[in-house]
Structures are given as C-alpha cells and as structure tokens.
C-alpha cells in the first residue's frame, strides 16, 4: 500500500515541558486551537493522556462532519507523543518530538505518515501532494499557539 510521508521541524520559542504542556498533557483542549477543522476532541478514556488514551477527534471539512476515533501510541513525558487514527478511510500516524535547543527554546519535529485505504487508494497522489501544504500550516498555527503562552 502506498503512503505519503511528510516531517516538519521547527525552533520553538518555549522550553519543552511548556510546548509538551500544549500538544501532549493538554493535547485534547487545545488541538482544536491549532487545526481549524477540530471542532472538538472528546477523550474516552481517562486522563491523564498516556499511551492507550483514546479519543474522538471530530472534523468539519469540505462542508462534511464526521468522527475519527484515534489513540496515543507513544508518551515520553516533555519529549514524545505520537497518535494513530483507529479507523477511518485512511491509516495516519502522527508523531511530535521535542528537544531541548538552545536559550530555552525548543526543537519540535513533527512525523505524519498517510496511507489511504480501500476506494481511497485513489486518493494516494491527492494526499501526497496536500499533505505537506497541510502540515506546515497546521505545524505553524501549532508553534504560533504554544509561543503565544506566557
């Protein structure tokens, strides 16, 4: 099957434990604020987030809503959280990894790969081709959201 892949990496103005405190220990209240097509994320199990947390992720794009079930597959507390889409048209994985840089900053990279499955196969060029436009929009929306914490 084939899939794209994309990674991002970006310097953020913040130490790791408050970029972590955003995208990993927070993660269901504020990745609405970064991705405008969350509406809401709804935990299922829970908290605090760690590895096996679930959680609907429900999405309004191109004038369709719909609910993606997904689960945190890895947690490194103030250095990793990665998540998988449990089901849905496509197979996706998300990672964010951060690194302590220099003067308080942070080393963020961002990991997304994307497989289409089934009819959606189809979609396999379409989804190369938007995944990285996709991705750093979203990355900097995310990056733009932590800098802006005290």
């Given amino acids: ?9 970006r310097r953020v ?10 995208i990993g220990t927070h993660v269901y209240e504020h990745h609405p604020r970064w991705e405008s097509e969350v509406v809401e994320v709804r ?4 908290p605090p987030v760690r590895v096996g947390s679930r959680a609907i992720m429900v999405r309004r794009e191109y ?11 890895e947690f490194e ?13 496509m197979d996706f ?3 964010f990894l ?17 497989t289409p499955k089934g009819v959606f196969r189809l979609f396999t060029p ?3 081709r938007n995944l990285p436009k996709t991705s750093e929009r979203i990355t900097s929306q995310m990056v733009a959201l932590v800098e802006s914490r005290p």
Avoid: C, W
């Fill in 43 to 46: 935990p299922l199990t829970e």
């Fill in 126 to 128: 379409l989804v190369a």
């Fill in 98 to 114: 951060l690194a302590p840089a220099a003067d308080g900053n942070s080393d963020l990279v961002v990991q997304i790969r994307a």
């Fill in 77 to 89: 507390q103030d250095r990793k959280i990665a998540f998988r889409h449990i089901s849905g048209p």
């Fill in 63 to 73: 004038g369709r809503r719909t609910e993606v079930p997904y689960e945190v597959t």
């Fill in 1 to 9: 099957m084939a899939s794209s892949s994309y990674e991002a990496r």
């Fill in 13 to 22: 103005a913040r130490p790791p434990d408050v970029v972590f405190d955003v």
């Fill in 93 to 95: 994985d998300i990672a």
